[in-house]
């Protein structure tokens, strides 16, 4: 209960001060890496243990999505390009909430426009809700015949995790920023990969669920 209740707390309060915030550490109120869904490059199955090791970014969006997605990936492109040799440790992954549209091949030559690190994963409606109640993101999809009432609501945080797989911090809303901190982005994802996770009460809750 203090675990939800602590999560609940940190995905509501950064929002307003997203501008003087490039990141929201969350190390310990947010469950660990967790998922099984099918790798778009591959077409087999992954789950979050085929990423331990990595600084792992995780997303949800859809391939439709006409400005936030496309936003986003733009910049994450932009930060992969600053990494430098910390980029190959680092992985970007997508997770379509869109599963009916976003096909294997339809998700692996979206993301393949933006940059080759992408790794698009796609699983069943059960898995991808799942997945978005364990880490509370607002994801819901309206189905119609007509492309122009066909609706999907998606939050745009992305979740970054440690190479061990516990979440460390939040980027809110990077589609939505005009001026992204890209040197605060970027040396927070390098010191991931280098910098041991201090252990405590919180990190134990995380573990809980």
């Given at each position: 209960?203090?675990?939800?209740?602590?999560?609940?707390?940190?995905?509501?309060?950064?929002?307003?001060?997203?501008?003087?915030?490039?990141?929201?550490?969350?190390?310990?109120?947010?469950?660990?890496?967790?998922?099984?869904?099918?790798?778009?490059?591959?077409?087999?199955?992954?789950?979050?243990?085929?990423?331990?090791?990595?600084?792992?970014?995780?997303?949800?969006?859809?391939?439709?999505?006409?400005?936030?997605?496309?936003?986003?990936?733009?910049?994450?492109?932009?930060?992969?390009?600053?990494?430098?040799a910390a980029a190959a440790n680092t992985?970007?992954?997508?997770?379509?909430?869109?599963?009916?549209?976003?096909?294997?091949?339809?998700?692996?030559?979206?993301?393949?426009?933006?940059?080759?690190?992408?790794?698009?994963?796609?699983?069943?409606?059960?898995?991808?809700?799942?997945?978005?109640?364990?880490?509370?993101?607002?994801?819901?999809?309206?189905?119609?015949?007509?492309?122009?009432?066909?609706?999907v609501v998606h939050s745009a945080l992305?979740?970054?995790?440690?190479?061990?797989?516990?979440?460390?911090?939040?980027?809110?809303?990077?589609?939505?920023?005009q001026h992204p901190d890209y040197a605060?982005?970027?040396?927070?994802?390098?010191?991931?990969?280098?910098?041991?996770?201090?252990?405590?009460?919180?990190?134990?809750?995380?573990?809980?669920?």
């Amino acid at each position: 209960m203090l675990r939800r209740f602590l999560l609940a707390a940190i995905l509501l309060t950064p929002f307003a001060a997203s501008a003087a915030q490039p990141v929201v550490r969350v190390t310990g109120l947010v469950p660990p890496l967790a998922f099984t869904m099918k790798d778009a490059s591959t077409g087999k199955t992954v789950t979050a243990a085929d990423f331990r090791g990595k600084v792992v970014m995780l997303y949800f969006g859809y391939t439709n999505c006409p400005d936030v997605c496309p936003d986003t990936l733009y910049k994450l492109h932009q930060i992969y390009l600053k990494l430098g040799a910390a980029a190959a440790n680092t992985v970007f992954l997508f997770v379509t909430v869109d599963p009916a549209r976003d096909t294997l091949p339809v998700l692996k030559k979206y993301l393949a426009l933006f940059d080759p690190h992408f790794v698009g994963l796609r699983g069943s409606a059960n898995q991808v809700y799942q997945l978005t109640r364990r880490y509370r993101v607002v994801a819901s999809v309206h189905p119609s015949p007509d492309p122009e009432k066909y609706q999907v609501v998606h939050s745009a945080l992305i979740y970054v995790f440690g190479p061990h797989g516990n979440a460390r911090f939040i980027i809110p809303d990077l589609g939505l920023n005009q001026h992204p901190d890209y040197a605060v982005l970027t040396s927070d994802l390098a010191k991931l990969g280098t910098t041991p996770q201090k252990r405590g009460l919180l990190t134990w809750l995380a573990r809980l669920g």
